[in-house]
């Protein structure tokens, strides 16, 4: 993903550039920007994580279909909701946003929900592969995608006063 290796530190530095490794660099992430197939932690930005990927991103769509759908059944809706702004503080890890949080005046009841989008899928077997990331594991010290809700699930729900908020 980075083919432009620097090889000293002078002012005006000399870089090696594989016209190959560019080619399939710049090929990579166009296309992984256009499928929708780079997770959203491969960018190092907010902006680019969060504006720019969220705008991009064909889930966004169906994200707004399930806001729109609860919406119009009577439930309050917001998207991509820091914690930060859930819990009036600075969570010990990274839990990302809630994608959709939904409640209702007349009931007790809040819906963290999580989209995911499964179109670039071919077939049977890519779904599988794509789903195979939601175990609800850690491994290595990582957190699969699952394991990141689940957690974002417990927070908030240990944190009920300031989810009612």
Request: charged content about 30%.
């Amino acid at each position: 993903m980075r083919p432009i290796v620097q090889v000293d530190e002078a002012d005006d530095p000399l870089l090696f550039i594989p016209p190959y490794s560019l080619r399939k660099g710049f090929a990579y992430l166009f296309d992984g920007a256009h499928s929708d197939t780079l997770d959203q932690s491969f960018f190092q930005t907010g902006e680019m994580r969060n504006d720019w990927w969220g705008s991009a991103n064909e889930g966004q769509q169906f994200e707004t279909s399930v806001k729109d759908e609860l919406s119009g059944n009577g439930w309050n809706v917001e998207g991509n909701v820091p914690l930060t702004k859930i819990l009036n503080r600075k969570p010990d890890i990274d839990y990302v946003s809630v994608v959709v949080l939904a409640w209702r005046a007349d009931m007790q009841e809040v819906l963290i929900v999580e989209c995911k989008k499964l179109q670039s899928a071919r077939n049977y077997s890519e779904i599988g592969a794509m789903l195979s990331e939601y175990q609800g594991e850690t491994k290595a010290g990582k957190r699969d995608k699952l394991k990141r809700h689940l957690d974002r699930v417990d927070l908030l729900s240990a944190n009920c006063v300031e989810l009612g908020r």
